[in-house]
């Protein structure tokens, strides 16, 4: 596998001349015409040259916490799907540093030097300002953790495998409902994110769906990792849960010191709370925290398992859901690849066009005619010191 990872400031350069396989690229910068396309489908596809994927991830950074999990995965899902033959990948990842400029330097690097298809960025917010320049550029991205509204409705060359929040908060909510009784909440997101934003807004709809009043909402920044004003306020609510879309570098600190004041209640998170670091840096408080999550490492999927193994193998910590959806998102690519033996741009968008029903990590995963997956969704709580699924 070559995974490479450099500066922005030289993104371009650099890129290029790992890219050289693509030196006759047209004026989209773009592979020449066939030297990326190859012979029969499926399992039989052999495509000659190393396809070029570029991967934009948030390795520093507010985001840094997803961002490490994304890149391992990923380079491992490249590392496996190179030992199979007949297409190989030349993966470069490079870090968008939780920055939307930085994060269009790197997707301009990338477009310039000829990368087939580009995946990432980590957050959606980033997304927003980065997926229009792949968009004009005819460039497919596949987005692996972007889940606000409206990032597919950017162009058709726009795709992800994550579940978006409106799919995965109302089960949420209603599972809190069913299991907690719950009948009033405090709300409390980071106003300043369009992932959180957008996180909100689907728990908004969620909790007015199933009947459950709104004692009060409350905003932060997503910098922000003092809430005790905020949290005092929410105990004086009397409410039956809080309800919080936030980043997971605002999720420990919030889960902590609502312990260390007194609130019991449960906490019920957005999909940003769904990793090991919330467990890990907030101990004994997160127990009893309830997040919606499009994985969960208990699954039985005996692709799941050896992704798993294979993770924790490699870099001797288990991999959460935001590691899960990269390694599935290669998976996916690989799929769209071979289903039209092309490497080429508008061969992998034509594929990715086509995916159904794909056996991943993440499950069977469909990318419906907006371009978002569908595949199972769950709900889970901290027991134990572990995610398990909640009952």
């Known amino acids: ?7 922005a400031a030289v993104c371009g350069s650099t890129l290029l001349l790992a890219l050289t396989a693509c030196s006759a690229a047209g004026e989209s910068g773009s592979t020449a015409t066939g030297e990326l396309t190859g012979t029969g489908t499926g399992a039989e596809c052999v495509i000659d040259s190393a396809i070029p994927i570029g991967a934009s991830f948030s390795l520093t950074g507010a985001a840094a916490q997803y961002g490490a999990g994304q890149k ?12 199979v033959g007949g297409v190989t990948y030349d993966l470069t990842v490079e870090d968008d540093a939780t920055d939307p400029k930085e994060a269009i330097q790197v997707f301009d690097g990338f477009i310039s030097a000829g990368a087939s298809v580009i995946i990432g960025p980590t957050l959606s917010n980033t997304a927003k300002q980065t997926d229009p320049i792949a968009q004009d550029a005819g460039v497919p991205v596949l987005g692996v953790s972007n889940t606000a509204a409206g990032i597919t409705e950017i162009g058709d060359y726009i795709f992800r495998d994550s579940l978006t929040e409106d799919a995965v908060i109302p089960q949420t909510v209603k599972a809190a409902v069913d299991s907690l009784g719950v009948q009033k909440v405090v709300v409390m997101y980071a106003n300043d994110d369009a992932f959180t934003e957008s996180g909100y807004q689907a728990f908004a709809a969620a909790l007015e769906d199933q009947n459950v009043e709104v004692a009060e ?8 990792t003092d809430f005790r004003a905020l949290l005092n306020k929410a105990k004086q ?6 309800i919080v879309s936030g980043l997971i570098d605002a999720a420990v600190p919030l889960v902590t010191q609502a312990r260390e004041i007194g609130i019991d209640t449960p906490i019920i998170g957005g999909n940003g709370f769904n990793s090991p670091a919330l467990i890990e840096g907030a101990g004994d408080a997160a127990e009893g925290v309830i997040v919606g999550a499009a994985w969960n490492s208990a699954s039985d999927n005996e692709q799941n398992v050896k992704f798993i193994d294979d993770y924790t193998a490699a870099y001797s910590s288990a991999p959460d859901q935001f590691a899960a959806q990269a390694y599935a998102g290669m998976q996916i690519i690989d799929q769209a690849v071979r289903s039209e033996c092309s490497g080429e741009r508008d061969g992998i968008k034509a594929g990715l066009g086509t995916i159904t029903d794909v056996p991943t990590v993440l499950g069977n995963v ?9 595949h199972d969704a769950l709900v889970q709580i901290v027991q134990d010191g572990q995610f398990v699924i909640l009952n």
């Open 1 to 7: 596998m070559k995974s490479k990872l450099f500066s």
């Open 72 to 83: 391992n995965a990923l380079e491992l899902a490249v590392e496996t799907l190179n030992a």
């Open 217 to 224: 909402t409350l905003t932060f920044s997503k910098a922000d």
């Open 237 to 242: 609510s009397d409410a039956d849960a809080i």
């Open 366 to 374: 469909t990318l419906n005619a907006n371009r978002d997956a569908e």
